[in-house]
Each structure stands twice: as C-alpha cells, then as structure tokens.
C-alpha cells in the first residue's frame, strides 16, 4: 500500500489549494483517509478524517468551516480543498489511512498504518 501526497506549494493568505493522496496497492473504498499536517518545531497534528464508508467526517476545530475532505473511489484518491488559508496553515501535510476495522481515535496518529510522504504547504502573509 502507497499513499502519494500532492498539491502543495506557496500561496499567499486568503487563497485555496487542493491538495491530493492518490493509493495504490488496495482500494480506498475500505479505508479510513485522513490529513495530518507538521509545522517547523511541532508535532504532527490531526487535520480531518473520512470513515471508510464516506458518511461521516471529523474536523479539526481550527480548520471546520475552511477545509474539506472528499473522496473518489473510483481513482481511489483522497481530496483536501483548502480555502482562505492563514499564515498558520503553513506545514508539510500528510495523508494517512487505516483499514476499516482499525480502533483507536480518528484524530491519533497511531491509528493509521499507512502515510504518503507528505506536500509542504507555504501561506505567505
């Protein structure tokens, strides 16, 4: 299983990006997805994640409202649409993802099994 991070680059506050995780190796469908982001300095911290099913979400409170997490099972690729970024957003942000079946808390990165290699995201003020 292989999770291949991108999207990311250098913006200026206010503006969007989307970031994508493509997987290979299984389908997405049966996994949990989820984002993860790691500033300079700081520990990687929980961003947003989708039940494997796609019905339910859970959002970080400093990004609910900004972020979404949608998914194409089809192209078995995990979307991360960013707007009105802040200097804050500034970090490189993973994907992650944990079969079905997995225990433990959504938003704890010991749940997941499997992360993409990550894409720096850069807010300019």
């Known amino acids: 299983v292989q999770l291949q991070a991108s999207g990311g680059g250098l913006v200026q506050a206010g503006d969007s990006l989307r970031l994508s995780c493509a997987a290979s190796?299984?389908?997405?469908?049966?996994?949990?997805m989820a984002w993860f982001r790691q500033a300079p300095g700081k520990e990687r911290e929980f961003v947003v994640a989708?039940?494997?099913?796609?019905?339910?979400?859970d959002y970080a409170g400093f990004v609910k409202g900004r972020f979404t997490i949608s998914r194409d099972n089809a192209k078995n690729t995990v979307y991360l649409q960013m707007n009105s970024l802040k200097p804050e957003d500034t970090a490189v942000y993973y994907c992650?993802?944990?079969?079905?079946?997995?225990?433990?808390?959504?938003?704890?990165?010991?749940?997941?099994?499997?992360w993409g290699q990550g894409t720096l995201v850069t807010v300019s003020s």
């Open positions: 989708s039940r494997w099913n796609g019905y339910s979400t």
């Open positions: 190796g299984r389908t997405s469908s049966t996994y949990h």
């Open positions: 992650a993802s944990a079969p079905s079946g997995a225990s433990g808390s959504y938003s704890s990165t010991r749940t997941y099994d499997y």
